[in-house]
């Protein structure tokens, strides 16, 4: 039984990747700050909160991180901890950089000092190529980071580079497109989406409110992307990979597939700020924009190149653009109807 340390544990990625781990017969040590203790709703909603060893850690201490690594024999370490809202970023940004980029570090380090035959692997971002200077991105091209997180990501990914050339560690990095699912955080804008609409439907909301909505992101489903990053840690050599479709649609795109599966009717009115969505049945406004929600430096176009992954691993995207979608809303109206009851 191989053992694998997931940072992160109680996000998103970490949920969906503890359970793909589980079912390979891992023993799964999962790792949160102390803050995260009772934010383990995603390891419930899969059922697997009981099949995991938790462990409290601070990415900022060096000395916690020994100390797990002195406590387990691992083989494994998945680094998914993060602040990973890249709006947030820019009113924390030393915290981010401290969090994303050094704490990627302080493991690398402990790894080079106690086990290098410990596996690393590191989740490096799309948001790295930022404003892009080709389309699609894969892992040649030039990377210009707009945002706080953006610039901490690519510290990390660099970092993961260096040691695994300088130290000869096994270490990984996968360079994740976008990747929505029914765990995703109330604060994206995806599950923003979804969860205001179900609450309109349901009366429980009347407008929802979004920032930039021709901003175009390469979306694909996480529990098709923890596989990719498992992929990757079995090689026998280290390698970095773009995590793509290699499609791409705008939020505005998101938006009117979600009403469909809502069955909700809209009329795109107006122009700019003042753009908005009038639903047909009553003729009320439901969609608004609010400048509040751009972006200091808005990253517009990500387009994915996944070739790499697809040649070398044989890895493919199982769930589209629309699946995605609709897996989503559907959670959300069931969620709201459930709280109701």
């Known amino acids: 039984m191989k053992t694998a340390l997931i940072t992160g544990i109680s996000g998103q990625d970490g949920a969906y990747l503890a359970e793909f781990l589980l079912k390979k017969n891992y023993k799964v040590i999962g790792l949160d700050r ?22 409290y850690l601070d990415l900022v201490e060096i000395t916690s991180i020994e100390r797990i690594f002195d406590k387990y024999n691992i083989n494994e370490v998945y680094n998914l901890a993060a602040q990973s809202f890249v709006a947030s970023s820019f009113d924390v940004p030393i ?11 302080r493991i690398l380090e402990v790894i080079r000092n106690k086990n290098k035959k410990i596996k690393f692997y590191q989740a490096s971002s799309s948001e790295m190529f930022g404003e892009v200077l080709k389309i699609p991105q894969d892992e040649l091209t030039p990377f210009n980071p707009q945002s706080p997180y953006a610039i901490s990501k690519l510290f990390a990914h660099f970092i993961t580079q260096n040691y695994r050339k300088s130290y000869g560690i096994f270490a990984c990095s996968g360079i994740l497109f976008n990747h929505e699912s029914p765990l995703r955080g109330e604060e994206f804008v995806t599950r923003k989406i979804t969860l205001g609409l179900a609450k309109i439907i349901t009366g429980k909301m009347s407008c929802l409110y979004l920032g930039n909505i021709y901003a175009k992101r390469d979306w694909g489903f996480a529990g098709d992307y923890v596989k990719a990053m498992w992929m990757m840690m079995q090689r026998n050599v280290a390698d970095d990979y773009v995590v793509a479709t290699n499609k791409t649609n705008s939020i ?28 047909i049945k009553d003729n009320k406004i439901i969609i608004r924009i609010n400048p509040q ?21 044989k890895w493919e995207p199982e769930v589209n653009f629309k699946r995605l979608v609709e897996m989503m809303a559907k ?11």
Do not use: M, Q
């Open 95 to 105: 915290s981010t950089c401290d969090v994303n980029g050094l704490g990627a570090l």
């Open 293 to 313: 929600f751009f972006r200091p430096a808005e990253v517009n176009y990500l387009k994915g190149n996944p070739n790499k992954i697809k040649k070398i691993l």
């Open 252 to 279: 505005k795109d998101f938006i009117n597939e979600a009403v469909k599966y809502y069955n909700i009717k809209l009329i795109w009115k107006g122009t700019g700020v003042d753009e908005h969505a009038v639903s």
């Open 331 to 341: 959670s959300d109206i069931n969620r709201i109807i459930n709280r109701s009851k």
């Open 34 to 55: 102390r803050s995260a203790r009772d934010d383990r709703w995603r390891l419930n909603y899969l059922g697997i909160e009981k099949k995991i060893v938790f462990e």
